[in-house]
T-cell receptor, first 112, second 112 residues
Framework: DAGVIQSPRHEVTEMGQEVTLRCKPI?????LFWYRQTMMRGLELLIY????????DSGMPEDRFSAKMPNASFSTLKIQPSEPRDSAVYFC??????????FGPGTRLTVL | QKEVEQNSGPLSVPEGAIASLNCTYS??????FFWYRQYSGKSPELIMF????GDKEDGRFTAQLNKASQYVSLLIRDSQPSDSATYLC????????????FGKGTLLTVNP
């Protein structure tokens, strides 16, 4: 199995631009999670889906952030407009619903 | 606000020694507890999880849980330089919500 796939691996953009991060979960996993990691705040859950349905989006910082999961093999996290404080590593993780969440390699986002 | 606290470290131990990593949590309703390891520049990976009070052993790793004291720890026996990483404690609340709350992690350095 290829594991969780994220793209792009690195993204540099200017303030005000739209950013779209992509994730392909492990096949057969019913749960998909989006996290953000910074030195200041650590690893924070933004939103998670079960069977493509958003279950808990309480971690989404504000309306500039949105996430979708149109099918079982693809999810996006969009930031519009982006701000310098959004600079972080964004991880996608998937889970079969038991104990383990399998993390993707992450997308390092820099907003100038 | 549910919180998970860890000593940020760095914790430095000599090769072959026992490394002890500690974590406290604020939500008494927490149900499941996880330890993740994260190498620099990489994504978190699950080492162990524990649900019940007491000890759980897996190879060189032992997780310890004390729900009355709201305390969970990870012991690494015969520490190796390859164990040098940041260790993240994560807590899942009770119920059907799969949200994990992470501590900021403890940086462990094992010196040859």
């Amino acid at each position: 199995d290829a594991g969780v796939i994220q793209s792009p691996r690195h993204e540099v953009t200017e303030m005000g631009q739209e950013v779209t991060l992509r994730c392909k979960p492990i096949s057969g996993h019913d749960y998909l999670f989006w996290y953000r990691q910074t030195m200041m705040r650590g690893l924070e859950l933004l939103i998670y889906f079960n069977n493509n349905v958003p279950i808990d989006d309480s971690g989404m910082p504000e309306d500039r952030f949105s996430a979708k999961m149109p099918n079982a093999s693809f999810s996006t996290l969009k930031i519009q407009p982006s701000e310098p404080r959004d600079s972080a590593v964004y991880f996608c993780a998937s889970s079969p619903g038991l104990h383990t969440q399998y993390f993707g390699p992450g997308t390092r986002l820099t907003v100038l | 606000q549910k919180e998970v606290e860890q000593n940020s470290g760095p914790l430095s131990v000599p090769e072959g020694a026992i490394a002890s990593l500690n974590c406290t949590y604020s939500d008494r309703g927490s149900q499941s507890f996880f330890w993740y390891r994260q190498y620099s520049g990489k994504s978190p990976e699950l080492i162990m999880f524990i649900y019940s009070n007491g000890d759980k052993e897996d190879g060189r790793f032992t997780a310890q849980l004390n729900k009355a004291s709201q305390y969970v720890s990870l012991l690494i026996r015969d520490s190796q330089p390859s164990d040098s990483a940041t260790y993240l404690c994560a807590v899942k609340s009770g119920g059907s919500n799969y949200k994990l709350t992470f501590g900021k992690g403890t940086l462990l350095t094992v010196n040859p």
